[in-house]
Nanobody, 129 residues
Framework: QVQLVESGGGLVQAGGSLRLSCAAS????????MAWFRQASGKEREFVAR????????DYSDAVKGRFTISRDNAKNTGNLQMSSLRPEDTAVYYC??????????????????????WGQGTQVTVSS
């Protein structure tokens, strides 16, 4: 089991930056794949970025590629999402997710919500124009 708590959300102007953090508690954090998803009001939750257990491999959605950077520090049991060049369309609740499932390590399924079995409560990010 792992518990996840996000922080770092807030209100920022378009073009600005924010850094989200995900604090994990529980056993063997380094054995869980991690990802960030987001959910805008009235829309489905969507994949943003993922990082492998060791931090070696990362993937991003086309919407954020080149602007967001996912990272993790297994020694500190934390994950981060550095967001730059923010746009109003990035406004959403951002969720940290972790997975002990093989699906999260599969190139064909790592972007699916069902591939992650642990979720944080979310943090709101609002980008004003």
């Amino acid at each position: 089991q792992v518990q996840l708590v996000e922080s770092g959300g807030g209100l920022v102007q378009a073009g600005g930056s924010l850094r989200l953090s995900c604090a994990a508690s529980g056993r063997s954090f380094s054995s869980y794949a991690m990802a960030w998803f987001r959910q805008a009001s009235g829309k489905e939750r969507e994949f943003v970025a993922r990082i492998s257990t060791s931090g070696t491999n990362t993937d991003y959605s086309d919407a954020v590629k080149g602007r967001f950077t996912i990272s993790r520090d297994n020694a500190k049991n934390t994950g981060n999402l550095q967001m730059s060049s923010l746009r109003p369309e990035d406004t959403a609740v951002y969720y940290c997710a972790a997975s002990s499932l093989m699906a999260a390590r599969n190139s064909g399924t790592y972007y699916e919500r069902s591939s992650y079995n642990f979720w944080g409560q979310g943090t709101q990010v609002t980008v004003s124009s």
